[in-house]
């Protein structure tokens, strides 16, 4: 699949999943084609000032989440960034520049721009390297919110790379034993290419969830599981608008369950990212969805070429990935999976449909945003 600013993504068909997060309860749901959802948020960006290479780039990530079944990280995104660059508090149209380079690291200020143009421009440059020296190793300051941390590490694979890639957040997350935040869900991705267009995508938060999808759950007026989040005073809560005045939980949930080794991971980030960046880093990057000033994020971009290692490397992640797959379930009708197969799966299910399949009250969100910006709506399949 090739996307307008010629980046291109192989999906790998597996079985049906049952479920989809894009519906309804009642498991009904709107349907959108992929090539619209990336044209309204090109709209949607362009209205706001963005010029239409960062408007697409933006589109491509929030599209690509959504396509992937990613739902908090793509158009329930969209209001953040029309909200951001509504207050001025970031630059719609600046591009990145590298401070510090050797040759296979750099150091770059991403000047304020939007999250997903710091990113491209991150990640083509650790491709670079990594293409030359083996391994390339990119930080980055003065980021914003950049979508998916997939998107990045996909990328790499696509080059025949092992790509890896981090961002500090918000603090939203509460480090075991703490009633309130202090780190953000700073996830991770790596993605490693295998055989005939198989691979491994782990794309996770270090916190029990991301704060998206307790979102969702308030847009769909649904509780969440308890172990996502604890309200302000400390305790564990089901209430989705409770948990977004509290905060969420480190991966694992509570110590008893090893929460501490999600609060441990949250910390790595954090080192890779705000700490060795010089940007803002865990309770002073600023608060959640605010506009009083600029988020300053850190972020790592990572391609490691495995040809310098032992040769074999592409039939040893097929044999075990193979292996692990085909190993007999606990429970028949659900297989044992690869980091990477649900989405796979949700992409076919999409491809099935014609389109991507939305949550009714994330159309009504955007047929206001629509209204509000002057554009039109997003077209969908009858």
Known sequence: MMFGAGRTIRHRVLLPLCGSRGMSSDGTGTVVPRKEVVDFVV???????????????????????DYRGHYSHGLNRLEMYIHDLKMNICDANVQPSILKETAATAYVDGNNGLGPVVGNFCMDLAIKKAKEAGVGWVIAKGSNHYGIAGWYSIQAMQQGLIG????????????????????????????????????????????????????????????????????????????????????????????LHSGYKGYGLGLMVELFCGILAGGSYGPNVRKWMSTAEEA?????????????????????????????????????HKPVLIAGDPEKIRMKENDDRGGIQYHPNQMKACAKWAQDLKVSPPKTIA
């Open 43 to 65: 709209r949607c960006m362009e209205a706001v000032g963005t010029k239409r290479p960062n408007a697409l780039a933006i589109a491509e990530v929030l599209a690509e989440a």
């Open 296 to 332: 300053n994020l850190g972020q790592c971009f990572v391609a490691l070429n495995p040809e310098c290692f032992a040769p074999g490397y592409h039939d040893r992640l097929q044999d075990l990935m193979n292996f692990i797959r085909k190993m007999e379930p606990t429970e028949p």
């Open 164 to 255: 890896m890639s981090m961002t500090n957040t918000s603090p939203l997350v509460a480090p075991t034993r703490a009633k309130k935040a202090a780190l953000g869900t700073n996830p991770l991705t790596v993605a490693a290419p295998a055989k005939d267009g198989d691979s491994f995508l782990l794309d996770m938060a270090t916190s029990a969830v991301a704060v998206g999808k307790i979102e969702m759950q308030k847009r769909k007026e649904e509780p969440i599981p308890k172990g996502w989040a604890i309200g302000p005073g400390g305790q564990m809560t089901t209430d989705p608008q409770t948990a977004l005045m509290g905060a969420l939980m480190p991966l694992g949930g509570a110590e």
